[in-house]
Structures are given as structure tokens and as C-alpha cells.
């Protein structure tokens, strides 16, 4: 069981590039999460999923895109690279009930390193 | 919007002192509240969590928290800590009204001196 991982682990991104941050996890988990953190930052989540097929815009969506196609995989894409999105990247997975409440906490992957140039 | 606040933003303590970490989040219903703590190059891990019940938790590692409806707070708290409590400790709000979102606040470093 390897939980939730994260590829890959640092990334150089010129201006103007694209890229996408892969996310895995094993657990069957109904709910995944992208979140950046910026130095000193708390975490801000950019997207979310609640199921296969389904994502929503989170707190800082701007400048990303996410899919959804299976319950494992939950990718997070990065159009036009600006250096304003310098920042770690966490991705996560949680269990909800029918109701949509955590049953569970969230598990984080170890984080993608991107700097943009 | 909904918010999470950690009034504490860099803590510096020596070992065998005490610890609080405040905690406020700005809504008054129903929610679920955690913290976790991310190591020196690791990634971010759970402490502890509040769904229901007693509002006094414990975690691992000794620590436990305190969740005050009436303040809104979710203080976390360790009686003595150790040079491997060295950590940055985020606090994070789930509010039921909000399809397992959560909200985390901005995080407090600790640093514990041998």
C-alpha cells in the first residue's frame, strides 16, 4: 500500500511551458485534493474531486486544469507556466461518506518542487 | 469566506517547555477539525482530528487538543517538548456544509533547542 505518490518530485519550468503533476493513490479513496503551499503559506487548495469524473474549483484555481477519469489518478495541469506559480504542490485523498463528511483524514504525498523561470 | 487563523506564526521553545498553538476558524456549524504537522522534509501528516464526542483529543506523540465551541478554537497542546517536535504544525477546518473541503491556516514553525 503506497498511499498517495507524487511525480515528479522537482520540476524547472521556463515561462510560458506546460507541464502536468502526476497523482496516484491506492486506497480507494473517493476524494482527492491539489493544494500549493507558499513559503511561510498555509496550504491552498486549487482543485478537488469527489469522485471519478467530477472536479470543482477550490481556492486558487486560475492558471490550472484537473481530471478526473479514474478513482486512482487525479492529475493537475499547469498551462503557460508564470513564475507566480513557483510553490510546492501537495496532492491528498480523503473518505467521505454519502454526505459528503470526512470519515477519514487526509493522506498527502510527498510533494512536487516546481520553480518556474 | 470561511478562515482559519494560527495567531502563533514562528514559536521558539526549549526542550521540556510547554506548548499551545492557537487555532480560531471563523464559522459556527458543524466541523470537523485537524491538526498535522509536516517534519523537516517530509510531507505533511496527521496529529490528531476532532469529529465529535469528547472535545478533548488525543494524538500521537503526546499531543492533544481541545476543541471550545464557544471561542471557535481548537487549541493544540504538549505538556514537554523535544528536540524532534521540531516541526511546522497546520491547523485545518472542514466545514460540513462544504463537501469535505478543508481550509488550513497559515501554520506555526516550532523550534525546539536542545
Known amino acids: 500500500n503506497a498511499g498517495v505518490t507524487q511525480t515528479p518530485k522537482f520540476r524547472i519550468l521556463k515561462i510560458g511551458q506546460s507541464m502536468t503533476l502526476q497523482c496516484t493513490q491506492d486506497?480507494?479513496?473517493?476524494?482527492m485534493y491539489w493544494y500549493r503551499q507558499d513559503p511561510g503559506m498555509g496550504l491552498k487548495l486549487i482543485y478537488y474531486?469527489?469522485?471519478?469524473?467530477?472536479?470543482d474549483k477550490g481556492e486558487v484555481p486560475n492558471g490550472y486544469n484537473v481530471s478526473r477519469s479514474t478513482t486512482e489518478d487525479f492529475p493537475l495541469r499547469l498551462e503557460l507556466a508564470a513564475p507566480s506559480q513557483t510553490s510546492v504542490y501537495f496532492c491528498a485523498s480523503s473518505y467521505s461518506d454519502i454526505a459528503g463528511r470526512l470519515t477519514d483524514t487526509q493522506y498527502f504525498g510527498p510533494g512536487t518542487r516546481l520553480t518556474v523561470l | 469566506a470561511q478562515s482559519v487563523s494560527q495567531h502563533n506564526h514562528h514559536v521558539i521553545l526549549s526542550e521540556a517547555a510547554s506548548l499551545e498553538l492557537g487555532c480560531n476558524y471563523s464559522y459556527g456549524g458543524t466541523v470537523n477539525l485537524f491538526w498535522y504537522v509536516q517534519y523537516p522534509g517530509q510531507h505533511l501528516q496527521l496529529l490528531l482530528k476532532?469529529?465529535?464526542?469528547?472535545?478533548l483529543v488525543k494524538g500521537i506523540k503526546g499531543f492533544e487538543a481541545e476543541f471550545i465551541k464557544s471561542k471557535f478554537s481548537f487549541n493544540l497542546r504538549k505538556p514537554s517538548v523535544q528536540w524532534s517536535d521540531t516541526a511546522e504544525y497546520f491547523c485545518?477546518?472542514?466545514?460540513?456544509?462544504?463537501?469535505?473541503?478543508?481550509?488550513f491556516g497559515d501554520g506555526t514553525t516550532l523550534t525546539v533547542k536542545p
Open positions: 485545518a477546518v472542514t466545514y460540513n456544509t462544504n463537501a469535505g473541503k478543508s481550509t
Open positions: 486506497m480507494n479513496h473517493n476524494y
Open positions: 474531486s469527489v469522485g471519478a469524473g467530477i472536479t
Open positions: 476532532y469529529f465529535s464526542g469528547d472535545p
